[in-house]
């Protein structure tokens, strides 16, 4: 389909800001960079401040593609190019007047850029690195840019692009070969996962370089994400946390998303969506992942072959810690970080500290509730001085009957929420929705 070449920008950010909010894949966490003279903007470690739509994405970052235009015919996509959709493209200088005046009205903090492919990769990605390159030489911003790779682009793009970007990701889209094969007949996972290795290897070169010489250019600071489709192929959700796993381990990911399948085509191909995008899978998913990410599991502690799929009713931390209650109940004032981190209920600043307090005297179930322990669902799972908070059977039946009582009201809140309404720039609306650090409603 032909770009519509007249449209104004104001007309282009409407359909290139709505063409995204299907890309959950940014995050503006794990650079820090102080702003200096001359330059606009800064980028901090601890994140940008975010805000929220209605669904739980985050829109914090300008978050645009740079065209819907797209060479792919993804079934799953709404830019894919058999759709009857308006086309059009910025370019680099509109994208950079953007992100200023946004910036610069306090709108937003950092730019998101992704985009369809234009005529190839390597035209694509080129046009990408222009507007990054303007927009730190020429308007000298020195926020947080988070920019996708365009799959099968030349390596010389790709590694110029990363030394102007903060973070880069490339979307694994669906999690095995066969769906991708399926659902997405233009892409393979080659073409994916070459320019992930390229970008791991480019951040751990760079590490020693920036050893050596504080001012060599730092690429890719803040690491490389990706995203799945949850729900639009038939992998279970024990294939997809080994798939996570690995790109985990031997990508170095900061973070994989995953992304609840949108029915936004009709198309054969697609899976039927009666009760509408699995909203309650992805929510588990990312509950699992930040176990594996921040607790010390492994996917298959998590789910195996014979079990495969994660409890609805129950968060997968309460739920490995029912079929492992021969580890139960632990002492809270003996045992050591690793343990007390899988006990429900515990999160990694309660324990360290329960650990640090711990060197002052014997712990008890008031001082837990203080420590910020959800005694509601650890209580379950610990001991005091070898004393439980109130008399308990240690049986799976019984325990899971109280816990699946405090999980309905979250389980409703995510299964009837009316998710992909998509928040202006513009409005001026008061969300009260809460979000998770998973990007969940809770």
């Not at 054969?268 to 509950?287: C, D, I, K, V």
Request: charged fraction near 25%; hydrophobic fraction near 40%.
């Amino acid at each position: 389909m032909l770009i519509q070449e007249s449209l104004s920008v104001q007309e282009k950010l409407e359909i290139l800001s709505d063409a995204a909010k299907y890309d959950v894949a940014c995050t503006s966490s794990g650079v820090d960079r102080k702003g200096k003279a001359g330059t606009i903007g800064n980028a901090s470690k601890a994140g940008i401040c975010h805000s929220f739509s209605a669904d739980g994405r985050c829109i914090s970052l300008l978050k645009i593609l740079f065209t819907n235009q797209c060479i792919y015919d993804c079934k799953y996509c709404i830019n894919r190019s058999s759709n009857d959709v308006v086309r059009t493209a910025f370019t680099p200088e509109e994208v950079c007047q953007l992100t200023i005046q946004f910036y610069r009205r306090n709108y937003i903090e950092g730019l998101f850029l992704s985009s369809g492919v234009l005529t190839s990769a390597d035209y694509t990605m080129d046009l990408i690195y222009q507007t990054l390159k303007k927009l730190r030489e020429e308007y000298h911003f020195h926020g947080y840019i988070h920019v996708k790779a365009i799959p099968g682009a030349d390596p010389l793009l790709i590694e110029k692009t990363g030394f102007l970007a903060d973070r880069m990701s490339i979307n694994l889209e669906l999690p095995t070969a066969e769906g991708l094969k399926k659902l997405a007949p233009g892409k393979n996972r080659d073409k994916i996962l070459k320019p992930m290795k390229q970008i791991q290897n480019g951040i751990v070169t760079n590490r020693f370089e920036l050893m050596e010489y504080k001012k060599a250019p730092a690429f890719v600071p803040a690491g490389q994400s990706t995203q799945m489709i949850v729900g639009a192929t038939p992998e279970n959700d024990y294939q997809m946390m080994m798939v996570a796993e690995a790109l985990y381990k031997n990508y170095d990911l900061k973070r994989v998303f995953y992304s609840a399948f949108v029915p936004v085509n009709q198309d054969s191909s697609l899976p039927a969506l009666p009760g509408g995008p699995p909203l309650l899978r992805e929510h588990r998913l990312y509950q699992a992942d930040w176990l594996m990410r921040f607790y010390g599991f492994q996917a298959e502690e998590l789910l195996s072959e014979d079990r495969p799929n994660f409890n609805v009713l129950l968060d997968p931390k309460c739920d490995w810690a029912l079929r492992h209650l021969e580890q139960f109940p632990v002492e809270v004032n003996r045992a050591d970080y690793f343990t007390l981190l899988r006990v429900p209920g515990m999160g990694v600043k309660s324990v360290k500290r329960i650990i640090a307090a711990r060197r002052s005297g014997i712990l008890d179930f008031e001082a837990l509730k203080k420590m910020g322990v959800v005694l509601k669902r650890a209580h379950y799972f610990i001991t005091c001085s070898g004393r439980m908070m109130y008399p308990v059977k240690i049986e799976e039946d019984y325990i899971s009957r109280h816990l699946v009582g405090e999980e309905r009201r979250s389980v409703w809140d995510i299964s009837s929420t009316n998710t992909y309404q998509q928040l202006s720039l513009f409005d001026d609306t008061s969300l009260s929705t809460q979000v998770n650090s998973g990007g969940i409603l809770v």
